[in-house]
């Protein structure tokens, strides 16, 4: 089993910035990829971004490509999400999860076994 807690969310205004944390425990091992999903009310959770345990490579959503950036801190087991320029179509609670290898495409949800409680994002115009 891995355990995930996302820390780091909160109310912000248009423009600003937040930087939300997953640190991870258990069989951290068997982790391939962390990925970060959001879901907003009255939406079906999507895709936002994702890193490579090993490695560290990145992909993201079109939506927040060039505001958003996922790392990670190996040592630490802990990926950040740090969000700039943040709108208020970015309100959500934002999820980390993390799945193994050979369990789907990193883009659905489905591929994903383990996943965080959530934090809520607010950006208010």
């Known amino acids: 089993q891995v355990q995930l807690v996302e820390s780091g969310g909160g109310l912000v205004q248009a423009g600003g910035s937040l930087r939300l944390s997953c640190a991870a425990s258990?069989?951290?091992?068997?982790?391939?990829?962390l990925g970060w999903f959001r879901q907003a009310p009255g939406k079906e959770r999507e895709f936002v971004a994702r890193?490579?345990?090993?490695?560290?490579?990145?992909y993201y959503a079109d939506s927040v490509k060039g505001r958003f950036t996922i790392s990670r801190d190996n040592a630490e087991n802990t990926v950040y999400l740090r969000m700039n320029s943040l709108k208020p179509e970015d309100t959500a609670v934002y999820y980390c999860?993390?799945?193994?290898?050979?369990?789907?495409?990193?883009?659905?949800?489905?591929?994903?076994?383990?996943w965080g409680q959530g934090t809520q994002v607010t950006v208010s115009s």
């Open positions: 890193i490579r345990w090993s490695g560290g490579n990145t």
């Open positions: 999860a993390a799945r193994e290898a050979n369990s789907g495409s990193s883009y659905y949800t489905q591929s994903y076994a383990y």
């Open positions: 258990g069989r951290t091992f068997s982790i391939y990829v």
